[in-house]
């Protein structure tokens, strides 16, 4: 894993690049958008290997800090819809140049998956593929702890390649408010699996290892 800065000095982001352990064919690669706040801390194991499990596949992957979070630069005031999305715009430009391709997946979990489909819907031709992990809908629990600038799923405005993983209970409440997908070519899998975004998942140690290799398997 290597440690960078990314953007610009007046919005210096800060991310972590996992290289691909071997590449077969052409170049693959996947930018992670993280959950927000507490669920950022909960997931950050979970995530971690999400990256290398994509790596050992031959994707090359990149996990970043919005403006504002972590270790980027910036206060958490300034968050914005619109910066939301340039933070994501800036990891795929620093992805593809690592990587050496001209398109990349998108896989965000909770928060960072509403961040994804936005950011996807706004730059299509640079996002082949879209892995939306528990994506925060309307009456989530959680609600109290994202950004105020987080927009709702927008299901209609997902693309062609797109996959929303639904492993939180219960599962009828998500079915009924994302049933909207099965209108569009975006599949919706349930899959039972440790919630890595909650307390609970982080304090026992858990990974959620179907989730991660069900993710790993739909990018193949």
């Given amino acids: 894993m290597n440690p960078l800065f990314l953007g610009t000095w007046q919005r210096r982001l800060f991310g972590m690049h996992t290289p691909a352990v071997c590449r077969a064919g052409r170049p693959r690669a996947?930018?992670?958008?993280?959950?927000?706040?507490?669920?950022?801390?909960?997931?950050?194991?979970?995530?971690?290997q999400l990256a290398l499990k994509l790596s050992l596949a031959g994707f090359d992957t990149l996990r970043f800090d919005y403006f504002g979070t972590g270790d980027s630069a910036g206060e958490d005031s300034d968050t914005d819809a619109a910066g939301l999305q340039a933070d994501v715009v800036t990891a795929i430009d620093a992805l593809k140049e690592l990587a050496g391709t001209e398109k990349v997946a998108l896989v965000g979990l909770r928060a960072g998956a509403n961040v994804a489909a936005s950011t996807a819907a706004g730059a299509p031709g640079a996002v082949e593929a879209l892995v939306l992990w528990d994506p925060i809908v309307p009456g989530d629990p959680c609600l109290d702890g994202v950004p105020p600038a987080l927009q709702p799923l927008d299901v209609a405005a997902l693309p062609s390649r797109a996959l929303i993983l639904v492993t939180q209970s219960p599962y009828e409440k998500s079915c009924a408010i994302l049933g909207a997908a099965a209108m569009r070519p975006a599949a919706i899998e349930f899959l039972p699996a440790p919630c890595p975004w909650?307390?609970?998942?982080?304090?026992?140690?858990?990974?959620?290892?179907?989730?991660?290799q069900r993710i790993e398997e739909w990018l193949r």
């Fill in 30 to 48: 996947a930018v992670l958008c993280q959950p927000w706040g507490d669920e950022y801390i909960y997931a950050h194991r979970s995530v971690r």
């Fill in 198 to 212: 909650s307390e609970s998942a982080s304090t026992t140690g858990v990974i959620p290892v179907r989730a991660i």
